[in-house]
């Protein structure tokens, strides 16, 4: 089945340390790849995404490349700010399997001055 | 509209009461998705809209959930007999098409449902 596994949280940082948060995936088909963001009290937002292996994906100064040989999608920054604090959700798409995301359990960050 | 809108923001019930929670998507979206954000669950798929067909239902939890859409556009979630365990945050996302494999999906900002 199609699956994807983040580390647990919650990732507690200082600010301006350097972020990775890791996710995996088990996939049937060919996925698409996906960041999401909820910041506290929003709803969710695509962070960024990655349609093809190699690709990278990147915004608001984080990064996540897709890895075909190691099934992974890791979010990385490299200096994290107190405003980065919301919970991470990776996810996949399979094309032609009509689209429905499949997401991680999601990873909360907190960022403290 | 601009984005997502849903309605109720928030809706608390008592057990065995229906519920109809509401989606309105981005204008010119075709695709529409129903997911629910439970704590113990996660983000888990409902169902979701290509037109007003829904190929695909298989995250329903139960046939005491269904969905239409009309015209294209605004979709209903309905609850029936509602339980305990039916209490999370449902969210409704669109995109362009369901059937690309790239395409962006967009949410609303959700119904918290409350079941007591």
């Known amino acids: 089945g199609n699956s994807v596994t983040q580390m647990e949280g919650p990732v507690t940082l200082s600010e301006e340390a350097f972020l990775t948060i890791n996710c995996t995936y088990t996939a049937t088909g060919y996925p698409s790849l996906f960041w999401y963001v909820q910041y506290p009290g929003e709803g969710l937002q695509l962070l960024l995404k990655?349609?093809?292996?190699?690709d990278k994906g990147s915004n608001k100064g984080f990064e996540a490349t897709y890895r075909k040989e190691t099934t992974s999608f890791h979010l990385e920054k490299g200096s994290v700010q107190v405003s980065d604090s919301a919970v991470y959700f990776c996810a996949l798409k399979i094309y032609n399997q009509g689209g429905k995301l499949i997401f991680g359990q999601g990873t909360e960050l907190s960022v403290k001055p | 509209g601009a984005g997502v809108s849903q309605s109720p923001s928030n809706k608390v019930t008592e057990k065995g009461k229906d519920v109809e929670l509401r989606c309105d998507p981005i204008s010119g979206h075709t695709a529409l998705y129903w997911y629910r954000q439970s704590l113990g669950q996660g983000l888990e798929f409902l169902i979701y809209f290509q037109g007003n067909s829904a190929p695909d239902k298989s995250g329903l939890p139960s046939d005491r959930f269904s969905a239409e859409r009309t015209g294209g556009s605004v979709s209903t979630l309905t609850i029936q007999r509602t339980q305990q365990e039916d209490s999370a945050v449902y969210l409704c996302a669109s995109s362009l098409v369901a059937t690309s494999g790239t395409d962006t999906q967009y949410f609303g900002p959700g119904t918290r449902l409350t079941v007591l």
């Open positions: 990655a349609t093809k292996a190699d």
